[in-house]
C-alpha cells in the first residue's frame, strides 16, 4: 500500500522536526512551533522567565551553543551534533579535564538497553551530564577526558502556542500536545503532527459546532503556565479535552479518561473504543502521564482524558534513542487523527432530543422509515436504532445514552437521529442542552 | 399424565377460535372476542374508521368473502378456505387473467422453510398477494391464472373489548393481549387463552387489593387507541402491566422488563424467574416486540413488561403456519397463567412493613417463632426470613426488597411477612404506601 | 517459635477463666470479669431480675450449687464439676429417682459428633436436662438413675462491664464481646481475651483521636440491657464498631458488615482484609450470628460489624465440648488484636484533606517527595500514592475513598498523606470532618 497523501505530509514534517535541539525553553521549541506553523495558523506567546504560576516559576531559558566530550585519543566520543539526547536536558556550564572515573559520575546508560541513548533532564536542581549507549559507556578507556559543556542560562520566556478554530457555540475542545523533548519520535513529534493533521481535518469540515482550541506547549510547565492564563475561562467554557501523547507506534488505540471520568469524551470513547468499532481501549484516569494531571488537578477538574496508542513508558524504547522514526508508523498517526475526527463527530452530533410523537410509536411505514409489507428480514440495524431514538428521546437521553442502552453502535445512532429529524418525528431540546450556548458576541 | 380442566377447557376454546380469519378490524376479530366473552365478562368499544389516535387514523374495515387462484388446468391451486394465513392481509379486491409471471409477483413463500405458509400484512399500502408454501409455488405450471380477491374496504370499525376485575384499591393492574392474527397458534391465541384463564383464577381469588384490567385488541394499532381512550387514567392508576404474547410453547418462560426496568413487576419477575423457583429468564425492554413498545413509548412510559415463552420471532415457526396446534401446549399455556398468578401474588403481598419492637431483636421463642431450647438445626429458612423481615421492616424497604437483599425466595419471605404480622410484631407502613390508594368512590 | 509475651498473657487468662461456670447471670460472669478486670479497668453494672428492657426481662439470676446423674450401680455417671457444659443452662431443680428411658428425655448428645458433649440452653422455658457424649449415652444401661439438679432462680441481676479509653473526640468506637458462655474456647473465651488485649494495645498508643468503649455481656439479653441504657448515646456519638466472637481458631480473618454496609469500618474492612493486605475476608451483614444483630436492629442501625475467624457455626467443633483449648491458638488471638488495630489505625487517620496546591500538581522535586532528576524506575508506590493524595484531596475523599479508587493499600495511603502534611502541601478539612467533634467539657 503506498503511503497516503497525509502520511506522506507528516513525513516530510517529521523530518525537518526531528534534528532540532528541543528542551523546555529555547530556541528549539521555537523552531518546532515555526514549523508546525506551516501546517496550521499558530499564535506565539512568550512567558518571561520568572514569572510565577501557580506553585511553579518560569525557568531561565537554556541556550546550548555546543557539548563534546574529547577522549584521552584526542577524539571526540560523546557529542551533542550526533544526538540531541546526548546531554542531560538543562545541563549547567561546564569547561575541565577529568579522569574516566570523575567523568562517570556524570554519565548516565541503561544497562537493560545496551544500545540505546536514554533521555535525561534536570530542569530544577544544577547539574551537567552526557547520556550514552551503555556498551558505548563500557567501552571508554582509562585516562583524562576534555568536557566541553557551552550552555547558559540566561533571563529569556517559555514558549506556548495556540490555534483557535472557531464552532457556531462558545463551547470548547481543547487539543492540548507537548513540544519539549529531543530527538524522541512517538514520545514527542507523534503528538504534535497527529494535532497539526486534526486541525486540518476539522477545518475542512463544513460545520463545526464546537470551538477547537489546539495548544502547543512543553509538558508540565508550559501546561501549568497556560493553565495559569486560560484555566478560569477553560472551567467555564470546556466541553471537553483530550491530550495527544504517543500516538504515532503500532499499537491500538488508548483512551485514559479524564479525572471526572463520566464527560462526553470519556462516553464517547468507551462507546467507539470497542472490538469491531474503531479498535482500542479505555482506562481509567491516573493523576500522572502527561499534561492530563494537571488539567485534572483539584482546582480545575477539567474533563480531558488522553489518547495514545502504546502509553508513555508502557513500551521498552520509551525515553530513549530507540524512540526513533523506524519505531513509528505515519500511517499509524493518520489513522490516530481520523479515530479523533470520529470521536469528536460523536461529540458534534450529540444532544438530547425530543419525540415529537412521543404517545405511541409513530407510523414509520408512511415516512419511509420502514416496510409497508410485513414480512421476515424487516429488522435491519438502521431500524432498532431508529425506534431506540424514538423511545429514549425523552429529553432526558443524549445520542450516547441511546447508544449507551441499545448496545449498538453510536454512529448507527447518530445516523438514525439524523433520519428521524429529517422525517419531522424528533427535534433538538434546545432550550436545556447545555452545550447550546449563544455564539460569541452575541 | 391426563390433562387438567383448565388445559381441556383452553384446548376446547382454541378449536373453536382457530378457523376464524382475523385482522386488525373486521368480523374476525368480533367473532374472536364474542367466543372469548364466554370465559370472562367482555365489555366492547367499537372505534369508527378515520378516527385519528395520536400519530395514526383507524384504517377501514377489511371484508373478505373468499379469495382463491384457479390453475390452468381449472382447478383451485390456493383457497383462503384451506388456510387463513393463503391471503395478504387486507389484500385489495382483485379479479382477472394473470399469466404465472404475473402472478408470482403477488405470491410469499419461504425458500428457508419450504413447506409453511407464511404469514404477510400490508395494512397501510394498497395492494394485494397471496402467501403459500414455497414447494407449492416451485410446483406452479406455467400457463393462465384465475384470481379472485373478493375483498371490501369498508367505513366500518376497529374492534377493542375489556375485562374490570375490582380490587379493594384503585390502583390497577393491566393485562393486555392481541386478537388480530390469522390462523396461528403461539403467535396469536396463546395470548387471549391465557389471558382468559388467569381472569378466572384471579376472579376466584378470596380477596384482591388491585384492580385487574384486561384488554384484548389489535395489535399495534387497537393499543395506540386504547391509550388514546385510557393512556391518561393509566398513568395515574397503572401499578404494573404485562403483555401476553407467545406463551403457549414449550419452551421455558421469559419475562421482557418495562422500559423503566425496576417497577414491582419487573422486581418481581427478577426474583421469580430464576432456577430453582419459577424456571425462566429475565430479559431488558427493547422498544420493539409487541405492545410493550406503546405502553412503554415516552410520552407514556408506562410499567408494563411482556410476559412469553420463547420470545416472538426467537422460534423458526414464527409468522406462518408451522405455528399450529401442533406447535403450542395447552400444559404449557396453563403453567404460564399458574406462573403469572404467582408473580401478582407476590405484588398483591408487597408493601412496606414497621417492625413494632424495632430496639434489639424481639423475643421470637415466647412468640412461636423460635425453637426455645438452643440446639443444632434451629436455623430453618423460616426463621431466617421472619429475622430478615424484622431486620428490614423499617418503612424503607418493601417485601421485595427485603427478598433482593436477603437472596431468600420471595414468597418465603411473604410467609414470613404474615407470621410476624400474625405475631403482633409488623405493621404495615399505610400512610406511605403508594399502593393503598382510597377506594374508588371514597 | 516460641510463644510471644501477649499470647502467654493471654493463656495464663484463659487458663483461670476455662473451668468458670458461666450462663446468662450470677456468679460465673461475675468471676469471669473480675479475672479480665486485671487486664484493663472495668466498671461493671448489675441490671436487677425484672427489669423490662425494650421487648425483653431480665431473668431471675440462675444459682447451681450442684448437678450429677447417680447410675445403677451406685456410680455418678454424669456430674457437672466434670465439664460445665453437662447441664443443659438454666436447668430446673429437680431430685427424683428415674427410669433409664425416663431419664433419656432429658438427654442431649449429638449423633454426628458421638464424643463431643454439646452446649444447649432453655433460658426462657422451665425444663431440666443433662448434655453428654453420645456414645456415654448410648453405653447407659438400663435401671434407676438418681438425679440431683440443686439449683435455684432468684432475684437477683445480670452483670455489664465497660471500659472506656478516652480519645481527643467525643467520637466512639465500640469493642462489644460476651461473657456467658461455660467451657468454650472459640465461642466464649477468645472474644474476650482479644477485646482484653486489644485495650491494653491502644492504651499504649502516644494518641488517639476516637473514644473506645469496651463491652463485656452476655450475649442477647446483655447487649438489649445495654442498648437500653447506652443506645441513644450510642445513636449520637458512635462513629464504628465492632462484635468480637470466635477470634481464637487458626482461620483467616472474616469481618461481617454493619447492617449499614458503607460505614468506615466496613470500608476499611474491605481495604485490609484481602490477599496480600491483611489475609481475610469480608461478608455482608445478615441479622443473625452474634450481638451485631441487636446493634443493627431498624430501631438503632448502628455501624457495628462484627470480627471472627471462622464464623459460628462454620467449624465442626462449635457449640460443643471440642471447642476447647486445644482447638484454638493464642497467636491467633493474638494476630486478630493486631489486625484489628490496623484496621483501627485507618480509621484514626481517615479524614479529607484539602489541597493547598490544587492548580496542577505541584513541584514535589524541591520539597524532596519526588527526583529531582527524570531517569527511569522514578515511579515508586511511594510517589504514586503522593500523587493519588493530591489529587483527591479535594474535600470530597476521606483517604479510605482515595484507597479505594487508586487501588493502593490504604497504609500507603496514610503515610503519603503524612508525608505530604508534612511538606505543607496538604491540610485536614477540619471544618466539615464529621468525626472531628468537641473534645468533652467544651
Same mark, same amino acid.
Given at each position: 500500500?503506498?503511503?497516503?497523501?497525509?502520511?506522506?505530509?507528516?513525513?516530510?514534517?517529521?523530518?525537518?522536526?526531528?534534528?532540532?535541539?528541543?528542551?523546555? #525553553?529555547?530556541?528549539?521549541?521555537?523552531?518546532?512551533?515555526? +514549523?508546525?506553523?506551516?501546517?496550521?495558523?499558530?499564535?506565539?506567546?512568550?512567558?518571561?522567565?520568572?514569572?510565577?504560576?501557580?506553585?511553579?516559576?518560569?525557568?531561565?531559558?537554556?541556550?546550548?551553543?555546543?557539548?563534546?566530550?574529547?577522549?584521552? %585519543?584526542? !577524539?571526540? =566520543?560523546?557529542?551533542?551534533? %550526533?544526538?540531541?539526547?546526548?546531554? =542531560?536536558?538543562? @545541563?549547567? &556550564?561546564?569547561?575541565?579535564?577529568?579522569?574516566?572515573?570523575?567523568?562517570? =559520575?556524570?554519565?548516565?546508560?541503561?544497562?537493560?538497553?545496551? @544500545?540505546?541513548?536514554?533521555?535525561?533532564?534536570?530542569?530544577?536542581?544544577?547539574?551537567?551530564?552526557?547520556?550514552?549507549?551503555?556498551?558505548?559507556?563500557?567501552?571508554?578507556?582509562?585516562?583524562?577526558?576534555?568536557?566541553?559543556?557551552?550552555?547558559?542560562?540566561?533571563?529569556?520566556?517559555?514558549?506556548? @502556542?495556540?490555534? =483557535?478554530?472557531?464552532?457556531?457555540?462558545?463551547?470548547?475542545?481543547?487539543?492540548?500536545?507537548?513540544?519539549?523533548?529531543?530527538?524522541?519520535?512517538?514520545?514527542?513529534?507523534?503528538?504534535?503532527?497527529?494535532?497539526?493533521?486534526?486541525?486540518?481535518?476539522?477545518?475542512?469540515?463544513?460545520?463545526?459546532?464546537?470551538?477547537?482550541?489546539?495548544?502547543?506547549?512543553?509538558?508540565?510547565?508550559?501546561?501549568?503556565?497556560?493553565?495559569?492564563?486560560?484555566?478560569?475561562?477553560?472551567?467555564?467554557?470546556?466541553?471537553?479535552?483530550?491530550?495527544?501523547?504517543?500516538?504515532?507506534?503500532?499499537?491500538?488505540?488508548?483512551?485514559?479518561?479524564?479525572?471526572?471520568?463520566? *464527560?462526553?469524551?470519556?462516553?464517547?470513547?468507551?462507546?467507539?473504543?470497542?472490538?469491531?468499532?474503531?479498535?482500542?481501549?479505555? !482506562?481509567?484516569?491516573?493523576?500522572?502521564?502527561?499534561?492530563?494531571?494537571?488539567?485534572?488537578? &483539584? *482546582?480545575?477538574?477539567?474533563?480531558?482524558?488522553?489518547?495514545?496508542? #502504546?502509553?508513555?513508558?508502557?513500551?521498552?524504547?520509551?525515553?530513549?534513542?530507540?524512540?526513533?522514526?523506524?519505531?513509528?508508523?505515519?500511517?499509524?498517526?493518520?489513522? @490516530?487523527?481520523?479515530?479523533?475526527?470520529?470521536?469528536?463527530?460523536?461529540?458534534?452530533?450529540?444532544?438530547?432530543?425530543?419525540?415529537?410523537?412521543?404517545?405511541?410509536?409513530?407510523?414509520?411505514?408512511?415516512?419511509?422509515?420502514?416496510?409497508?409489507?410485513?414480512?421476515?428480514?424487516?429488522?435491519?440495524?438502521?431500524?432498532?436504532?431508529?425506534?431506540?431514538?424514538?423511545?429514549?428521546?425523552?429529553?432526558?437521553?443524549?445520542?450516547?445514552?441511546?447508544?449507551?442502552?441499545? *448496545? +449498538?453502535?453510536? !454512529?448507527?445512532?447518530?445516523?438514525?437521529?439524523?433520519?428521524?429529524?429529517?422525517?419531522?418525528?424528533?427535534?433538538?431540546?434546545?432550550?436545556?442542552?447545555?452545550?447550546?450556548?449563544?455564539?460569541?458576541?452575541?
Amino acid at each position: 500500500v503506498p503511503p497516503s497523501l497525509d502520511a506522506l505530509l507528516l513525513e516530510r514534517c517529521f523530518d525537518r522536526l526531528w534534528p532540532i535541539p528541543r528542551s523546555i #525553553t529555547g530556541e528549539g521549541v521555537r523552531r518546532t512551533h515555526a +514549523i508546525l506553523a506551516e501546517l496550521l495558523p499558530l499564535t506565539t506567546i512568550e512567558v518571561p522567565s520568572g514569572t510565577p504560576v501557580f506553585d511553579w516559576t518560569i525557568p531561565k531559558e537554556w541556550i546550548v551553543r555546543e557539548a563534546f566530550v574529547v577522549g584521552p %585519543d584526542g !577524539r571526540r =566520543v560523546i557529542d551533542l551534533r %550526533d544526538n540531541s539526547l546526548h546531554l =542531560v536536558s538543562y @545541563s549547567m &556550564p561546564f569547561r575541565g579535564r577529568v579522569s574516566r572515573s570523575e567523568l562517570d =559520575v556524570h554519565l548516565h546508560s541503561r544497562p537493560d538497553q545496551p @544500545s540505546a541513548i536514554p533521555y535525561v533532564t534536570s530542569y530544577y536542581e544544577p547539574r551537567w551530564g552526557f547520556c550514552l549507549a551503555h556498551e558505548q559507556r563500557q567501552a571508554l578507556p582509562d585516562g583524562d577526558y576534555d568536557v566541553v559543556i557551552d550552555t547558559d542560562l540566561i533571563d529569556g520566556s517559555l514558549t506556548l @502556542s495556540e490555534a =483557535v478554530l472557531a464552532g457556531t457555540a462558545t463551547d470548547e475542545i481543547l487539543i492540548s500536545t507537548y513540544t519539549c523533548h529531543p530527538a524522541m519520535a512517538n514520545n514527542e513529534l507523534s503528538g504534535p503532527l497527529v494535532a497539526a493533521l486534526l486541525y486540518r481535518k476539522l477545518a475542512a469540515l463544513p460545520e463545526r459546532r464546537f470551538t477547537y482550541r489546539f495548544v502547543f506547549q512543553p509538558e508540565t510547565i508550559g501546561a501549568i503556565a497556560y493553565l495559569d492564563r486560560m484555566g478560569v475561562h477553560l472551567k467555564s467554557h470546556l466541553h471537553a479535552g483530550l491530550v495527544l501523547t504517543c500516538v504515532g507506534d503500532r499499537g491500538p488505540l488508548t483512551y485514559k479518561r479524564s479525572r471526572q471520568g463520566d *464527560g462526553a469524551l470519556d462516553r464517547a470513547a468507551s462507546l467507539l473504543l470497542r472490538p469491531g468499532r474503531l479498535n482500542g481501549t479505555c !482506562r481509567d484516569f491516573q493523576p500522572w502521564g502527561s499534561d492530563e494531571k494537571h488539567y485534572g488537578s &483539584p *482546582g480545575f477538574n477539567l474533563p480531558v482524558g488522553a489518547m495514545m496508542r #502504546t502509553p508513555p513508558a508502557e513500551f521498552p524504547e520509551y525515553h530513549s534513542s530507540l524512540d526513533n522514526k523506524s519505531f513509528v508508523s505515519f500511517a499509524a498517526m493518520v489513522e @490516530s487523527a481520523e479515530a479523533i475526527v470520529e470521536l469528536l463527530a460523536l461529540l458534534e452530533a450529540n444532544r438530547r432530543f425530543i419525540n415529537l410523537y412521543p404517545y405511541g410509536e409513530p407510523q414509520l411505514g408512511r415516512r419511509g422509515l420502514m416496510a409497508t409489507m410485513n414480512r421476515d428480514g424487516s429488522r435491519t440495524e438502521r431500524l432498532l436504532a431508529i425506534k431506540w431514538v424514538l423511545n429514549l428521546s425523552d429529553g432526558l437521553h443524549d445520542l450516547l445514552a441511546i447508544a449507551e442502552r441499545s *448496545g +449498538i453502535d453510536p !454512529r448507527r445512532i447518530v445516523e438514525a437521529a439524523r433520519d428521524c429529524q429529517c422525517a419531522g418525528l424528533i427535534a433538538p431540546h434546545a432550550h436545556t442542552d447545555p452545550e447550546t450556548a449563544a455564539p460569541t458576541g452575541s
